[in-house]
């Protein structure tokens, strides 16, 4: 790979033997349009190339076991994972309390979110959509790991000038909490621009987190580091992943 770095470090105060990564879109074999480092087997890349680029991000990163997959379907269920659990279980976020265990969620537009508990006790991996977000995503995972406080990084994400949604999006997140309204602008088609990030954080804030990181990125306008499905529809996936030594 040609000593080329080809994911993100979250830039957060984790624990020192807390560690995590964005996967880019470089550095793999996939092939047009889903080059070139796409894990996702779902999206219709070949799977010989998604099982070598999966490997491809363990030896990269020195992954302590194979991450735990899920089958994400934009859903509010989080299941507690360990070294004994299934892979590929229907579930939109993970957590675990073991070392070793490594969390992982892929995205190319929705947002992925890590957590972990300042102990370093309990670590998280999230994805959420809208309907995730509107539908608890976030709270549900945070009541699931049962910590006093926690530490959030918000991953590469469709931007606030690219999420345009339909006033039924809006009018479903203000009814939940007029909180919500901030996130959106309005524009002349009659449509919304949201803002996943302020989305995702007015949620945090509301449940008492205040130690959020991250949140400045845009998977549609840079395309050269990141997948997008809103623009390329036919795309592949980054993978935001998070373990404890």
């Known amino acids: 790979m040609n000593g080329i770095k080809h994911w993100l470090t979250p830039d957060w105060p984790a624990p020192s033997d807390i ?7 470089t550095g793999g074999v996939s092939l047009p349009p889903y080059q070139s480092l796409n894990p996702a087997a779902h999206v219709g890349d070949n799977i010989d190339s998604v099982i070598s680029n999966r490997q491809r991000i363990s030896d990269m990163l020195n992954l302590p076991t194979d991450p735990f997959w899920l089958e994400q379907i934009h859903s509010n269920q989080v299941i507690e994972v360990n070294a004994n659990s299934m892979r590929g279980q229907i579930a939109d976020a993970a957590y675990t309390k073991d070392s070793g265990v490594v969390c992982a969620v892929m995205t190319a537009d929705c947002l992925p979110l890590l957590v972990c508990s300042p102990d370093a006790k309990a670590i ?3 994805h959420a959509g809208w309907r995730g977000l509107l539908s608890g995503i976030i709270s549900n995972t945070l009541s699931a790991m049962h910590c006093d406080n926690y530490l959030v990084w918000l991953g590469p994400a469709i931007g606030p000038n690219c999420f345009e949604v339909g006033p039924e999006v809006r009018d479903a997140f203000v009814q939940k909490s007029t909180d ?3 996130a959106f602008r309005s524009q002349q088609n009659g449509k919304w621009l949201a803002d996943i990030y302020q989305l ?4 945090l804030t509301g449940l008492g987190v205040t ?3 991250g949140g400045n990125f845009c998977t549609v306008t840079d395309s050269q580091c990141f997948y997008s499905y809103r ?4 795309t592949g996936r980054m ?3 998070i373990w404890r030594a």
């Open 19 to 25: 560690y995590a990564a964005t996967t880019l879109r």
């Open 180 to 182: 919500f309204s901030y």
């Open 231 to 234: 623009r390329d529809q036919q």
């Open 200 to 203: 995702a954080k007015i949620e």
């Open 124 to 126: 998280a991996a999230i």
């Open 211 to 213: 130690a959020i990181y």
């Open 239 to 241: 993978a935001t992943l």
